[in-house]
């Protein structure tokens, strides 16, 4: 049985001391008011890892970083590496984000080194796929995912592709307030799951996850959940408040 995943995204917002205090928060709540058969993680700034995980309980709570470097060490000034991400007691990063690959032109040959690290580092990557309004629009979405899936985690191993999670994220939906439907998430994270059987066959496409990441919020989290190949959320805004963020984890 496949794992249900509610991911928070905190992207470039909270300081240290308010990431903590958002931590201390979600960690309280799901300990008395939480889904047990649902995985929580919390996707934070680099800046925020370490004082985050010290923070969560780790039975209840995963920490994900929101990005690694694409080398492994070196003078790459700025860079965090999987393995410094994975020297914080994280256990989850984030890659292929939209906002990566539009603003700082992330490519498929750019990810696969990054996947391939974070694999090689332990970390379990939570590996964003997506399509623009204008690719909706022409109803070549389907096709397009496949082919961002084929360039990347597809080329890797059964038995490393059985360690990734998959989030869908609608890039007409993220920050717009505009929100996939229920059928439109659940047709494409069907299409998704067709891929990956085709690919590496219907036992691992049955046991991997795929997160819909495009505006889920409390109000449609259980409606969206209810979709039978919709495993959980990669939630952005709605995951900066505690209470918000709660609502979504129970949705199922």
């Known amino acids: ?26 960690d309280t709540i799901v300990a008395n008011e939480g889904a047990t058969d649902v995985v929580v993680v919390l996707g934070t700034p680099f800046t925020h890892i370490v004082k985050v ?17 694409a080398e492994a060490k070196g003078a790459f000034t700025g860079e965090v590496s999987a393995d410094m991400v994975k020297s914080t007691g994280a256990n989850y990063v984030i890659l292929g984000h939209s906002e990566r690959r539009e603003y700082y032109g992330e ?75 229920s059928q439109q998430a659940q047709d494409m994270h069907a299409n998704i799951r067709a891929a990956i059987t085709a690919k ?18 409390a109000k449609n989290a259980k409606e969206l ?10 939630i952005g805004g709605a995951s900066l408040k505690a209470e918000d963020f709660i609502q979504i984890i129970n949705g199922f």
């Open 225 to 234: 959940f209810a979709n039978k190949d919709v495993d959980g959320g990669l």
């Open 1 to 26: 049985m496949r794992q249900k995943i509610v991911a928070g995204n905190w992207k470039c917002n909270t300081t240290l001391q308010e990431g903590i205090e958002l931590a201390k928060a979600v």
């Open 53 to 69: 995980v010290e923070t969560v309980d780790a039975a209840r709570i995963g920490v994900a970083a929101q990005n690694c470097a």
């Open 200 to 217: 590496f066959g219907a036992e691992i496409a049955e046991g991997t996850s795929i997160l819909y990441g495009g505006s889920c919020n």
């Open 107 to 181: 490519t498929s040959e750019i990810l696969n080194k990054k996947v391939a690290l974070a694999l090689k580092s332990g970390l379990t990557p939570i590996f964003c796929c997506g399509e623009a309004l204008a690719i909706r629009q022409a109803e070549t979405h389907n096709e397009y995912v496949k082919q961002q899936l084929t360039e990347t985690i597809f080329n890797l191993s059964a038995d490393d592709f059985k360690k990734i999670v998959i989030a869908y994220e609608p890039i007409w939906a993220i920050g717009t307030g505009v929100t996939a439907s």
